[in-house]
């Protein structure tokens, strides 16, 4: 055996070390996501009230709350999809990727989230600077589902703010940091030209 094999092997056996820990965690965070991105679509795809009065709501009137729900179906399909490939072990090539939709993932997750509660809170305030009332003390039921919809999304975004953590430390972790000594030979050389 060679001696840069050796210490190879050492290194990726201490990078699985580090790593070891966190791989429960984040499978655990990916598997909470799931149920909470569906909760969250299913309450508000779900959300229609009518009032003899005023007629009809639904979630589909409101362009925030559409977008709340693709998002959620996007996240909970990227979250089976991950679940899934986890099991692989060739995925672990694929670090900077899972990095990478995993930072889109909470990214959706929040402009979904403000889009929809600036639309709860339109609802349940008002703005009296351009003349729209509160609209909750006629659909109550339609409000809370809302609000409860919101609350499940904002869920799945810290989960999903914690696995954007996990899955930097775990891409992070590969790269060492440049030496001193490394630093200390290039910066005469730098110097010199």
């Not at 600036?118 to 349940?124: D, F, G, M, N």
């Amino acid at each position: 055996m060679r001696s840069g094999e050796g210490s190879t092997t050492a290194a990726a056996a201490a990078e699985e070390e580090v790593a070891a820990p966190f791989r429960l965690a984040e499978l655990g965070l990916r598997v909470c996501v799931v149920p909470l991105a569906v909760a969250s679509l299913w309450k508000m795809a779900t959300n229609k009230q009518v009032d003899e009065t005023y007629g009809e709501v639904s979630f589909s009137n409101l362009s925030g709350f559409r977008y709340l729900v693709w998002i959620n179906a996007i996240t909970a399909a990227y979250s089976v999809a991950s679940i899934l490939l986890s099991s692989c072990k060739f995925i672990t090539r694929f670090d900077w990727l899972i990095f990478l939709l995993d930072q889109a993932s909470a990214y959706l997750l929040l402009t979904s989230a403000s889009a929809a509660a600036e639309v709860v809170y339109l609802a349940r305030e008002g703005d009296r600077e351009v003349s729209w009332g509160e609209v909750c003390s006629y659909f109550g039921r339609f409000c809370g589902a809302a609000t409860v919809s919101v609350a499940l999304n904002a869920a799945a975004l810290l989960c999903f703010m914690a696995l954007s953590l996990i899955s930097a430390f775990r891409v992070f972790t590969k790269f060492h940091p440049p030496s001193e000594s490394n630093s200390k030979q290039q910066l005469p050389q730098e110097q010199g030209k």
